[in-house]
């Protein structure tokens, strides 16, 4: 037998994987796009708002907002003069302990000493060169001065070189010449770089070498430039956060235990080198730290290279320059700064407008963002079922059904069946025919309960079911069907006010909400019906599905009715069989009509000449046997008086719902209307 071995798939992408679910993003952004955003400043609202539903990822509002929160704590950690403060104290405790050491001795050497050390400058680093060639009698001094120098040699090098501080904390010769060798190798190395004569096999032999001085450790030269650099550029800026007289100090004491460390000249190699290959660090910038305990040279340096960090985090999440996207977003510097689950997040930000476009609910055009046709029933299909999720139980409207539907509605009486029939089965006259058949032919048997279905339904070559014992006999001539009540099609004429008004009422987006509700529900679930929406502001025009979920509102005078209700006419006359089906939705009674020269006039208040004409082409709608719902959006006067009479002259229906509950009133209507025709 074969044996079969079995285990992850490492070939790319799992191809059996669910496609990546941007569903609940796109009706998110359907939200916002309905209300009047274009589908790019939708789509980054979106991710600075975060997923909503169960994939419940955070935006980039929250990542910033954590970044914020960290810089903040940063800052409050402590002072930047805190290698200052613990050098002062060493060497004022070295001076104590030569003066007590000098003091009991009456001789003229003592006093000369003590002067000379009364003539000491303020200044620490000077103070400290000064006495670097003093003979100190005390060796409890002599031992805190030595003390002191170590403390600025390893302080110095951990500014620079990270962890350094604890391997220099054994005071081991051999480690601090190892420490000359590496600056050595790597300036070296970066001379070689420059000259384009470095290879990645350079960079290895020095990783075997010293690569333990390196806990971050980097892969390649780049990388660790990048690691020097930053904290190179932030004891630049820790000195740049100093008083005048502060960073004077504390750069003598660096160049002064540089100088005994024999570390002077690389140190200032490095620095020019890192400085000329990345000199976008901001060096020499200043930063505010706000804490009351002292950091030492390299607790400070990390803590303003942290911040560094968090300040070009905090630019790319904000994403507010020229050309920004979530790819700037350094994900090394999110895990360091807020931790896994904060990757995980900007992973899903960053899938979310990749997959828009790859499973094609987004398209580029022009370099802008567009909404796709499969978008668009996407978004009217999530408004149907919002509408339908308004509907209370037991009302009129669709839903979810998993079993079998019918034509029409049962009339009670059944037919035989022909060829092509989808009308429901009447089993019972069914069996009875068989039985009664069967009875006339003189064959025996009888419905047996528990018989298996299968016997009934399997014909023989002589049209005739094979029988069981105790089953029946079925023909195809047995088989009748319910007769139901024929249905039609309808002409369905939406015409949605596209006025400004709408917009200052607030009733904009829910108006393009129930046209593409009531689109999804006609060409989806009533297929025969026939669908236009018709949108009149000072002209009117027929609208695209498509376009009137990116549709903007006209910035014009005129609600031009009487342009709708001509369109709306044409489209009825096309269809002379269907059941003509006229919804109007607006807020304002008209106030424009179209000239003989086809020209839009517009007039407030109405002129009789807008009413008349709109009022002829309602007497036309009511001629065709059309009956004009109107929902009105708001209840002034005029309108409530518009309406009133439309509905005297066609017999329709007026509906005045909150903004909210639109789509749930025009697709109920249109259901009982559909439901009543025959």
């Given at each position: 037998?074969?044996?079969?071995?079995?285990?992850?798939?490492?070939?790319?992408?799992?191809?059996?994987?669910?496609?990546?679910?941007?569903?609940?993003?796109?009706?998110?952004?359907?939200?916002?796009?309905?209300?009047?955003?274009?589908?790019?400043?939708?789509?980054?609202e979106l991710l600075r708002r975060g997923l909503p539903g169960a994939q419940g990822r955070r935006g980039l509002d929250d990542l910033l907002r954590?970044?914020?929160?960290?810089?903040?704590?940063?800052?409050?950690?402590?002072?930047?003069?805190?290698?200052?403060?613990?050098?002062?104290?060493?060497?004022?405790?070295?001076?104590?302990?030569?003066?007590?050491?000098?003091?009991?001795?009456?001789?003229?050497?003592?006093?000369?000493?003590?002067?000379?050390?009364?003539?000491?400058?303020?200044?620490?680093?000077?103070?400290?060169?000064?006495?670097?060639?003093?003979?100190?009698?005390?060796?409890?001094?002599?031992?805190?001065?030595?003390?002191?120098?170590?403390?600025?040699?390893?302080?110095?090098?951990?500014?620079?070189?990270?962890?350094?501080?604890?391997?220099?904390?054994?005071?081991?010769?051999?480690?601090?010449?190892?420490?000359?060798?590496?600056?050595?190798?790597?300036?070296?190395?970066?001379?070689?770089?420059?000259?384009?004569?470095?290879?990645?096999?350079?960079?290895?032999?020095?990783?075997?070498?010293?690569?333990?001085?390196?806990?971050?450790?980097?892969?390649?030269?780049?990388?660790?430039?990048?690691?020097?650099?930053?904290?190179?550029?932030?004891?630049?800026?820790?000195?740049?956060?100093?008083?005048?007289?502060?960073?004077?100090?504390?750069?003598?004491?660096?160049?002064?235990?540089?100088?005994?460390?024999?570390?002077?000249?690389?140190?200032?190699?490095?620095?020019?080198?890192?400085?000329?290959?990345?000199?976008?660090?901001?060096?020499?910038?200043?930063?505010?730290?706000?804490?009351?305990?002292?950091?030492?040279?390299?607790?400070?340096?990390?803590?303003?290279?942290?911040?560094?960090?968090?300040?070009?985090?905090?630019?790319?999440?904000?994403?507010?320059?020229?050309?920004?996207?979530?790819?700037?977003?350094?994900?090394?510097?999110?895990?360091?700064?807020?931790?896994?689950?904060?990757?995980?997040?900007?992973?899903?930000?960053?899938?979310?407008?990749?997959?828009l476009e790859r499973q094609g609910y987004l398209r580029r055009r022009k370099g802008e963002l567009e909404l796709t046709p499969k978008a668009v029933?996407?978004?009217?299909?999530?408004?149907?079922?919002?509408?339908?999720?308004?509907?209370?139980?037991?009302?009129?409207?669709?839903?979810?059904?998993?079993?079998?539907?019918?034509?029409?509605?049962?009339?009670?009486?059944?037919?035989?069946?022909?060829?092509?029939?989808?009308?429901?089965?009447?089993?019972?006259?069914?069996?009875?025919?068989?039985?009664?058949?069967?009875?006339?032919?003189?064959?025996?048997?009888?419905?047996?309960?528990?018989?298996?279905?299968?016997?009934?339904?399997?014909?023989?070559?002589?049209?005739?079911?094979?029988?069981?014992?105790?089953?029946?006999?079925?023909?195809?001539?047995?088989?009748?069907?319910?007769?139901?009540?024929?249905?039609?099609?309808?002409?369905?004429?939406?015409?949605?006010?596209?006025?400004?008004?709408?917009?200052?009422?607030?009733?904009?987006?829910?108006?393009?909400?129930?046209?593409?509700?009531?689109?999804?529900?006609?060409?989806?679930?009533?297929?025969?019906?026939?669908?236009?929406?018709?949108?009149?502001?000072?002209?009117?025009?027929?609208?695209?599905?498509?376009?009137?979920?990116?549709?903007?509102?006209?910035?014009?005078?005129?609600?031009?009715?009487?342009?709708?209700?001509?369109?709306?006419?044409?489209?009825?006359?096309?269809?002379?069989?269907?059941?003509?089906?006229?919804?109007?939705?607006?807020?304002?009674?008209?106030?424009?009509?179209?000239?003989?020269?086809?020209?839009?006039?517009?007039?407030?208040?109405?002129?009789?000449?807008?009413?008349?004409?709109?009022?002829?082409?309602?007497?036309?709608?009511?001629?065709?046997?059309?009956?004009?719902?109107?929902?009105?959006?708001?209840?002034?006067?005029?309108?409530?008086?518009?309406?009133?009479?439309?509905?005297?002259?066609?017999?329709?229906?007026?509906?005045?719902?909150?903004?909210?509950?639109?789509?749930?009133?025009?697709?109920?209507?249109?259901?009982?209307?559909?439901?009543?025709r025959r």
């Amino acid at each position: 037998m074969s044996r079969y071995r079995y285990g992850a798939y490492e070939d790319g992408p799992d191809p059996l994987a669910p496609p990546y679910d941007v569903r609940d993003a796109l009706d998110a952004m359907g939200d916002a796009v309905l209300d009047g955003t274009r589908p790019g400043d939708a789509l980054r609202e979106l991710l600075r708002r975060g997923l909503p539903g169960a994939q419940g990822r955070r935006g980039l509002d929250d990542l910033l907002r954590e970044v914020r929160d960290r810089r903040r704590a940063l800052r409050d950690r402590g002072r930047l003069d805190g290698t200052l403060e613990q050098a002062r104290a060493l060497l004022d405790t070295a001076i104590g302990q030569e003066r007590a050491e000098l003091f009991p001795d009456p001789g003229d050497e003592a006093r000369l000493r003590e002067a000379e050390l009364d003539a000491l400058p303020a200044d620490t680093s000077q103070a400290i060169r000064r006495l670097s060639d003093y003979q100190w009698r005390s060796d409890a001094a002599r031992a805190t001065f030595e003390q002191l120098k170590d403390l600025l040699r390893r302080e110095v090098l951990d500014a620079q070189f990270q962890g350094m501080k604890q391997a220099l904390e054994s005071q081991d010769p051999a480690a601090m010449q190892r420490v000359k060798d590496m600056m050595a190798a790597l300036n070296e190395m970066l001379e070689r770089d420059a000259r384009g004569e470095h290879t990645q096999d350079d960079f290895d032999r020095f990783m075997g070498q010293y690569g333990d001085m390196f806990p971050d450790d980097p892969q390649n030269l780049e990388e660790l430039v990048d690691a020097l650099a930053r904290r190179a550029a932030a004891m630049d800026r820790l000195l740049a956060s100093l008083s005048p007289e502060q960073r004077a100090e504390l750069a003598g004491l660096m160049e002064q235990a540089m100088q005994d460390a024999g570390l002077a000249m690389e140190m200032t190699r490095l620095g020019d080198a890192l400085r000329a290959r990345r000199p976008d660090l901001g060096w020499g910038e200043p930063e505010q730290m706000t804490g009351q305990d002292p950091l030492g040279m390299g607790d400070a340096t990390t803590a303003l290279a942290e911040l560094a960090d968090l300040a070009e985090l905090e630019s790319a999440l904000g994403q507010d320059y020229p050309g920004a996207r979530l790819d700037d977003v350094d994900e090394e510097a999110i895990r360091r700064a807020l931790g896994r689950q904060a990757v995980d997040d900007l992973d899903a930000l960053r899938r979310i407008e990749k997959e828009l476009e790859r499973q094609g609910y987004l398209r580029r055009r022009k370099g802008e963002l567009e909404l796709t046709p499969k978008a668009v029933r996407r978004l009217g299909e999530t408004a149907l079922r919002r509408v339908f999720s308004q509907l209370t139980t037991g009302r009129t409207g669709d839903h979810d059904q998993r079993d079998a539907g019918q034509a029409g509605e049962l009339t009670g009486a059944s037919r035989e069946w022909r060829f092509g029939d989808e009308q429901p089965l009447d089993v019972v006259r069914t069996v009875s025919n068989a039985i009664r058949r069967s009875a006339m032919d003189g064959a025996t048997g009888g419905l047996v309960t528990g018989a298996p279905p299968a016997t009934a339904v399997t014909a023989n070559g002589n049209g005739h079911a094979p029988a069981r014992p105790g089953g029946v006999r079925l023909g195809v001539d047995d088989f009748e069907v319910h007769e139901t009540e024929r249905r039609t099609g309808a002409a369905v004429c939406l015409l949605v006010d596209l006025s400004y008004s709408m917009v200052l009422r607030g009733t904009w987006a829910a108006a393009k909400q129930t046209t593409l509700a009531l689109h999804t529900l006609v060409t989806s679930k009533f297929p025969q019906d026939a669908i236009q929406i018709i949108g009149f502001s000072n002209y009117a025009r027929v609208l695209h599905p498509t376009e009137m979920a990116g549709l903007d509102w006209d910035m014009v005078q005129g609600t031009n009715l009487h342009h709708a209700l001509m369109i709306a006419g044409r489209h009825l006359d096309r269809h002379p069989d269907f059941e003509p089906i006229v919804l109007v939705v607006t807020d304002g009674e008209p106030t424009a009509h179209l000239r003989p020269d086809g020209r839009s006039l517009f007039d407030y208040p109405p002129s009789a000449d807008t009413l008349v004409l709109t009022l002829a082409e309602v007497d036309k709608m009511t001629r065709r046997g059309a009956c004009m719902n109107f929902f009105m959006l708001a209840e002034d006067r005029r309108l409530v008086s518009f309406v009133e009479e439309v509905a005297h002259r066609n017999g329709g229906r007026v509906f005045a719902p909150d903004a909210e509950r639109l789509g749930e009133y025009v697709v109920s209507d249109y259901l009982r209307v559909r439901r009543g025709r025959r």
